[in-house]
């Protein structure tokens, strides 16, 4: 276990393995330890980084609220403090598609390849409620949580019937999300995640992909998932990518289908690809 500390927040980081480097990013309100099925398939073949942004997991609080440039600047300073200064495959689940997408548009020579898992798809985002107003409702409630203790009562409670099946141990649940710190953060998240999309249609208009970045959107299939795979397979089509469908799996495709995960990664940003 390591921390870097960026933007005055320490940042809890992972390294695992060896051979070229792939950034996994998980959804919001998840943790480094969802990751571990697919690491322990990865980590022969290649160098994993996880990490855990700001209010999740075990690094520091939130304390200014996401932006996408943000966090796909958030990236490469985690790799930069890591040493790795040559292109990575970024690995993006759920919310952190948006994240690593913007990561290959804006930071293209620092990317050998694009892995979209589930990841969120908003055609038209539109914001109707200020961001500040937003925002500072998700504080106010991430206060409240904390100080009547909902979030040590039940919130280890609440991540087991979230997460059926949950492989971690009962004491690093407790240790993740008995706390205000991860609550407050995935408020926060929630509460700019229209403004997150609409910073994403911008840069789609003014960023293009390099042409022959190698990219794969693999979505997953639960029964009557139908019109969430046919806009998975939109999204994949946009991005020029490779589109596979990892069944049966819900949402948390990375525990429920770590194979599927593994050959994504492993066959997208392979040495050489992009000659």
Not at 6 to 31: D, E, F, N, Q
Not at 55 to 63: F, P
Not at 150 to 165: E, I, T
């Amino acid at each position: 276990m390591s921390f870097v500390r960026i933007g005055g927040v320490p940042h809890h980081v992972r390294v695992t393995g060896s051979g070229p480097v792939c950034v996994l990013s998980a959804g919001l309100g998840l943790a480094w330890f969802d990751w571990d099925a697919v690491v322990e398939i990865l980590a022969p073949a290649r160098t994993v980084v996880r990490f855990d942004r700001p209010g999740s997991g075990l690094s520091g609080h939130a304390r200014v609220p996401p932006t996408l440039a943000g966090e796909a600047g958030r990236i490469v300073r985690i790799l930069d403090a890591l040493g790795f200064a040559g292109p990575a495959t970024v690995v993006g689940h759920s919310l952190a598609g948006f994240h690593c997408e913007a990561f290959a548009r804006l930071h293209p020579e620092r990317t050998s390849g694009l892995v979209l898992l589930d990841s969120s798809v908003e055609e038209r985002p539109k914001v109707r409620v200020p961001c500040g107003v937003r925002v500072g409702a998700a504080r106010v409630g991430g206060a409240v949580l904390g100080g009547v203790g909902l979030p040590r009562a039940v919130g280890p409670a609440v991540r087991r019937a979230a997460v059926r099946g949950d492989v971690a141990s009962a004491g690093v649940v407790r240790r993740v999300y008995g706390v205000s710190r991860v609550w407050q953060g995935a408020l926060l998240e929630y509460a700019t995640y229209a403004d997150t999309a609409l910073e994403l249609t911008a840069l789609r208009r003014g960023f293009p992909l390099p042409p022959r970045l190698p990219a794969t959107v693999l979505a997953a299939y639960a029964n009557g998932a139908g019109g969430w795979l046919t806009r998975q397979r939109s999204l994949a089509t946009s991005l020029n990518a490779t589109f596979h469908v990892a069944t049966p799996s819900g949402h948390l495709v990375m525990r429920d289908a770590p194979g599927a995960v593994a050959d994504a990664v492993l066959t997208t940003g392979q040495p050489g690809s992009l000659q």
